[in-house]
Every structure is written in C-alpha cells, then in structure tokens.
C-alpha cells in the first residue's frame, strides 16, 4: 500500500467506500458490491485531499504533491482483471495499416507518449494505480505499479482477427482492434486489504430516512468555463469537411510570423469570435492582468490582448511559450506546432475555469472538445 493503512485519510476512505458500497441494491440485487468508477474518485480524492483529473482528459485521475494516480474499480471475481487504460480511436487509421511488430510498438509509443505528457503537464515524478477489486460482498483494495511499456521488452503473445495480446517484462496487455482500447492485466497481490460488505436490503428507507433529518442542502455553484482551441479550420478540397490546423504564423506559431523581428515567446491561445459572443464577458477587459493556473499549479500572469480581445497571452508573454510549447510539448524553440502532435497526444483544445474575476485555471481538452463546447454538448 502506498498510504498508511493505520492513518487517519485512510480510515476514512475505507469507511466512505464501505459506507456507499452498502448501498447497492439501490442499483442491482447482484451480491457483488456496486461502485461506480466516477464515485470512487471522488472519493479517494474527498479522503486523501488529492486533486481530482478525471476530467481533465490525462493520463491520471488524481494527483498528490508529485504522484500521479490511476484509479480502477471492477468487477474480479478471480484474482486477475483486464481492465481499459487508454482509448486511440483518433490514431486506428494510422494504426490499422501497420504490420503486427510495428502496430504493437506504434501504440507502446503513443502510450508513453500520453503519459510523458502527462508527468511534463502535472509535474508528475512518481505513479502507481489504486484498484478496487469488487467481489461477493467485499471490497479488494491494492495499490498497483502505473509504468511506461517496455519498448524493447514487448513479446507478441497471440493475434487474431479481434485483438491481439503482447507483454513487456513487467506487464500484459492487450488492444482490441474494433473499440481502438488498450487494455491491461491488473493482478491482485498476495495479503491485500479486503473489506468485508453488508449490503443494506432497503436503502431507499434509509435514504428517505436521512433526508428528512437534513433536508436543507447546501448548493455548490458548478464553475463557469471554456474551451478554446489550439487549431484553425481549412475547407478540405478533396472532402466536404474541416480540415484541422495550426497556423504556421499566428496563434502558438505566432513568432514565427513575418514581418519585424519576433522574440521566441510571442505566442497567444486564440480565443475565436463564436466564444467572444457566445461567453462574452467571461474573461477580465482587454489588457487587465488576471492569474492563470496551470495544472502543475503554479501561476501565470495572463490577459486578453489584440482587437476585440481575439488572443489570450501571459505577461511577460514567454511563459506562455516556455510552459506549453517548451515544458509540456517538448518543441523547440521556433519548432512549429503542427495538429499531427496534438493528435498523438490526444488533445487540441484547452478549457479555462473561471474561480473569480481574478483568478482563472486552464486544463488541457481532449480532441473534439471545442465543438462540443459551441454546440452546447461538452459534459
């Protein structure tokens, strides 16, 4: 275990999973405890006072200081469960004309690369997966390694017209080929922790019951939002569709541009003329310095900057460049940023959390976001 099973943060975590694990008849007669995967990290971050990225389209779903966590919660009842880990719908185009050797090691390489991105974003220096194996009437908590895929270790175990099945020295894995899903073989360790569960025949009663004892809730307020992207659109000639960009002169590009002599740095987030109108007033007035922080948790300075207030920067303008392209991204300097990079990471837009007038956080989006967003249909 990576927590201390006698501390307090971990006494309470296993009473809240025990505590809404008994109430599962709520959702099925089954005798196997119900746990859904989004309560459970709310969960683990409530008791632990870890930051919730389950949201934030990255490899983890929590972090702690420098650890990134991966949660897991199944159905197992054996001692060995596969289980989902990445999805590369984007990249099966890509991936399907590939030969078996050079398909495995292609999506090893996507694989590290997303989670990389993820240790570079959040400041991540160490890892581990926390499962919660569900089985009759108990919980099976055990903290497993999160590691990289041994390039240079793979073995190709069977292939078929499905899925095929390879290993590294460390772990199994398998990708099925028709849900783009790369999965992985969790095993629970010798001596876990097990919880026993007494799943309560009427919950509803004791629902009701606490209801009305407390029936004045308090409502939080859901965060007011974003997402901008980090691409433009081209009418393709070939095919009646967009064609995703970014722009080699302007946007993340921006010092390359022509003209005067650019510094490395001048570079700026668009915000386009359809979250101008649609979220107007969102962002502070042009020019008027705000906070922004980024997922490691450190600060920028930030503003809306250019006529009608078409670009987001930071002052002095560089920390933009030297967090998102130089930190996260890994270009160099004056290295453009192409669309085919944010597709190997699986994200193309960012989404902004309004906090306050003053201060602003901003994740990374996974790809499709933005026309969710101005469609009215981002979750």
């Given at each position: 275990m990576i927590f201390n099973t006698n501390s307090k943060e971990y006494k309470l975590y296993c009473h809240y999973i025990k505590s809404v694990s008994s109430l599962s008849k709520l959702f099925s007669e089954s005798d196997i405890p119900f746990l859904h995967y989004r309560l459970a990290e709310n969960l683990f971050c409530k008791a632990f006072n870890a930051e919730n990225l389950s949201r934030t389209d990255t490899a983890y779903d929590a972090r702690i200081d420098n650890i990134g966590i991966g949660i897991k919660t199944f159905v197992c009842p054996s001692n060995s469960k596969t289980e989902k880990i990445a999805e590369f719908d984007k990249k099966n185009s890509e991936l399907k004309n590939l030969n078996v050797d050079k398909f495995v090691i292609k999506l090893a390489e996507l694989r590290?690369?997303?989670?990389?991105?993820?240790?570079?974003?959040?400041?991540?220096?160490?890892?581990?997966?926390?499962?919660?194996?569900?089985?009759?009437?108990?919980?099976?908590?055990?903290?497993?390694?999160?590691?990289?895929?041994?390039?240079?270790?793979?073995?190709?175990?069977?292939?078929?017209?499905?899925?095929?099945?390879?290993?590294?020295?460390?772990?199994?894995?398998?990708?099925?080929?028709?849900?783009?899903?790369?999965?992985?073989?969790?095993?629970?360790?010798?001596?876990?922790?097990?919880?026993?569960?007494?799943?309560?025949?009427?919950?509803?009663?004791?629902?009701?019951?606490?209801?009305?004892?407390?029936?004045?809730?308090?409502?939080?307020?859901?965060?007011?939002?974003?997402?901008?992207?980090l691409y433009s659109c081209i009418k393709s000639k070939i095919k009646n569709e967009n064609k995703k960009y970014v722009p080699e002169k302007s946007g993340l590009n921006q010092c390359n541009a022509g003209g005067r002599v650019r510094k490395y740095g001048e570079v700026y987030i668009p915000v386009p003329a359809e979250i101008r109108k649609l979220k107007s007033g969102f962002f502070p007035e042009r020019d008027k310095i705000f906070n922004l922080e980024i997922p490691s948790g450190d600060k920028l300075k930030a503003k809306i900057c250019q006529d009608n207030g078409k670009a987001l920067m930071t002052n002095p303008n560089v920390a933009l460049a030297n967090w998102l392209l130089k930190d996260v991204l890994q270009l160099k300097e004056r290295e453009l940023l192409t669309y085919k990079k944010l597709e190997i990471l699986g994200i193309d837009s960012v989404k902004v959390e309004k906090i306050d007038d003053e201060n602003f956080k901003i994740y990374f989006s996974k790809i499709g976001s933005y026309e969710k967003f101005i469609n009215g249909k981002f979750d």
């Open positions: 590290n690369e997303r989670i990389n991105f993820s240790n570079r974003t959040y400041k991540i220096e160490k890892s581990y997966y926390h499962c919660i194996a569900r089985k009759k009437s108990s919980l099976v908590i055990f903290d497993t390694s999160y590691d990289l895929i041994n390039i240079d270790k793979i073995n190709i175990i069977s292939d078929n017209d499905a899925s095929i099945k390879f290993k590294d020295n460390i772990n199994e894995y398998s990708y099925n080929y028709a849900k783009s899903t790369l999965f992985k073989k969790f095993i629970i360790p010798q001596n876990p922790k097990t919880i026993d569960i007494q799943i309560i025949d009427n919950p509803l009663d004791l629902i009701l019951k606490i209801f009305n004892e407390y029936n004045n809730f308090e409502i939080t307020e859901t965060k007011d939002f974003v997402i901008l992207p």
